[in-house]
């Protein structure tokens, strides 16, 4: 039996909008872990906080492997935007001499998983690949994607925030959910 929280109403005409429900992000992560076992036997998975870690620590569970998480974010403390991202917490030293797979929800420019990149190879890993849900065309492409868009996506973790003691509708999405 559907649920309400699986049935999200959205109305998109113009298709810019790509929103996800909690099932198919699972079935992306499922897509995606498939992908990586064919290919690749990591030893763990590294997550990139923040959203990261949600898609990682799942293709962790899905391949029965331990996971970590570093942090890279555009925020700064007082929440406001970054231009460029920077490496907020040090990549896990267990990735030390071992095959990694880090993991991010979505990649554009790439920035964001170069840095990881970088992080997890300064300590010293046997392979390092990476590994997201979402992908745009003409961006960076990491080792391992789920699905090519060049719609806005709306992650199920998103669509509404918590804001003045309540979840409401992400201001960055009111124009396009109807709720």
């Known amino acids: 039996m559907p649920s309400r929280y699986n049935q999200p109403r959205f109305s998109d005409p113009t298709g810019d909008y790509l929103d996800v429900s909690w099932e198919m992000f699972g079935e992306l992560c ?3 872990a ?8 990591p030893d ?3 997550g ?3 959203a990261g870690v949600i ?3 799942i293709v962790a569970s899905m391949l029965r492997l331990d996971f970590h998480s570093m ?13 460029r991202p920077e490496v907020l917490d040090a990549a896990p030293r267990v990735a030390a001499g071992r095959r990694v ?6 990649t554009t420019s790439g920035e964001t998983l170069r840095l990881g990149l970088a992080a997890v190879r300064d300590v010293g890993p046997a392979e390092v690949r990476t590994a997201t849900c979402f992908v745009r065309p003409r961006g960076y492409k990491p080792d391992y994607f789920a699905l090519e868009t060049g ?3 709306i992650f199920p973790w998103d669509r509404k925030i918590f804001q003045d003691r309540q979840f409401v509708v992400n201001p960055r999405y009111e124009s396009v959910l109807d709720e």
């Open 48 to 50: 990139i906080a923040r």
């Open 34 to 41: 498939l992908k990586v076992a064919r290919e690749h036997r």
């Open 101 to 106: 797979l880090l993991v991010d929800e979505i």
């Open 55 to 57: 898609p990682g620590a």
């Open 151 to 153: 719609s806005t996506v």
């Open 44 to 46: 763990l998975v590294v």
């Open 71 to 83: 942090k890279i974010s555009r925020r700064g403390d007082d929440n406001s935007i970054r231009e």
């Open 30 to 32: 499922r897509a995606l």
